[in-house]
């Protein structure tokens, strides 16, 4: 079995609503999966599952064969998550922030001042290095913790609607970051609401409703992005005015 991510029976409850049900899911290394559905889907509660940042009320998550729930210190370093929240500290220079991270990831001394100002010219931070993270707009931040994400090479990324707060440079230049990650078998999985990105960028396509996985195709089974719009439509729009997804 080639899968980094297997998922099975996965439940989720939040006091009496049901945030997950049932699902099961199988992610394969390198692969690169979108994430589409609604308002209140399921999305992020499966994606924290996954990053161990809380436990489901059912079923296991496997990460190379290695259960989240029991050994959540070895997933967190295989996983760089880039989400709504970015996980910085204010006061500490972006190059600071930096530094903490990689020596928490466990980046040699000798080596991480390099690391570090290689991911910052990455993301077009460089000049800004010296300056507090606190000070940043709020794509600058979202830049940072892209940076943070990516520091340690993780094997698997998992992205939150990682557009958010991005211009238009900055997009491309993250879409250009995210796809140079793949030369080494990265898997990356993203929640995302800009349809026509996803399918441009990724091999697979779920939608999820109501805490189910309701659609789960390789993008070659697809014919254009027009037909997933339309399949999105037929999934989500019978019990929601369709919000959550988008052209731009
Ligand atoms: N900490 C929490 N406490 C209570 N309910 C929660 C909590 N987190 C999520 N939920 C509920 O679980 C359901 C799924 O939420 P989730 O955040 O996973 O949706 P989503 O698909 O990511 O939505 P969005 O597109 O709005 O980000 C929602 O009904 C939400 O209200």
């Given at each position: 079995m080639d899968s980094i991510i297997s998922i099975t029976g996965l439940s989720k409850s939040f006091g009496r609503r049901q945030?997950?049900?049932n699902i099961d899911l199988e992610i394969k290394k390198g692969e690169f999966v979108a994430v589409f559905g609604p308002n209140g889907a399921g999305k992020t509660t499966i994606l924290k599952i996954m990053s161990t940042i809380i436990n489901p009320s059912r079923g296991s998550v496997l990460v190379n064969e290695i259960d989240a729930k029991k050994h959540p210190e070895k997933i967190r370093g295989m996983i760089g998550a880039i989400s709504h929240?970015?996980?910085?500290?204010?006061?500490?220079?972006a190059r600071e922030n930096l530094v903490f991270f990689g020596r928490m990831y466990?980046?040699?001394?000798?080596n991480i001042d390099e690391k570090v100002d290689s991911i910052l010219k990455s993301v077009n931070l460089l000049q800004r290095?010296?300056?507090?993270?606190?000070?940043?707009?709020r794509g600058m931040k979202q830049r940072l913790s892209i940076a943070r994400a990516l520091l340690h090479k993780p094997e698997i990324l998992l992205m939150d609607e990682?557009?958010?707060?991005?211009?238009q440079h900055a997009a491309a230049n993250f879409e250009r970051v995210l796809m140079s990650t793949g030369d080494s078998d990265v898997t990356r999985i993203m929640i995302t609401h800009n349809i026509e990105r996803a399918f441009e960028l990724c091999d697979r396509m779920l939608i999820m409703d109501k805490g189910e996985i309701r659609f789960d195709k390789l993008?070659?089974?697809?014919?254009?992005v027009d037909d997933f719009r339309e399949q999105y439509l037929s999934i989500v729009e019978k019990d929601t005015d369709a919000e959550g997804i988008s052209n731009v």
């Open positions: 945030a997950l049900n929240e970015t996980y910085l500290y204010d006061e500490l220079t466990g980046i040699e001394n000798n290095a010296d300056e507090r993270a606190g000070s940043f707009s990682p557009y958010t707060g991005l211009d993008k070659t089974e697809i014919e254009s």
